[in-house]
């Protein structure tokens, strides 16, 4: 279905992952598939994988980097680079 509206892939950082991902679901009905915890140390995060209803591809992740002050601009993991504060 080609033709059919949906949301394209899109990654965004959060400081609040339950308010962030109850937020995505309530607005524009996503669901959570699943969790995933990555990294180490100062690069540790948790992701939120979101996909439309009736689908399994990934359309948001919501990362949340554990060891970081909000609002300060931080790598995302596996880029390399700072990422705008969220």
Request: hydrophobic share 35%; net charge negative; aromatic share 6%.
């Amino acid at each position: 279905m080609a033709d059919d509206p949906r949301f394209a892939f899109t990654k965004i950082l959060v400081d609040d992952l339950e308010t962030e991902s109850t937020f995505y679901n309530t607005v524009l009905g996503l669901v959570e598939k699943h969790r995933v915890a990555g990294g180490e140390g100062g690069g540790a995060y948790t992701q939120s994988v979101m996909c439309c209803v009736g689908s399994d591809e990934p359309s948001l992740l919501l990362l949340k980097p554990l060891h970081r002050t909000s609002g300060a601009p931080t790598a995302c993991p596996g880029h390399g680079r700072a990422a705008a504060p969220s």
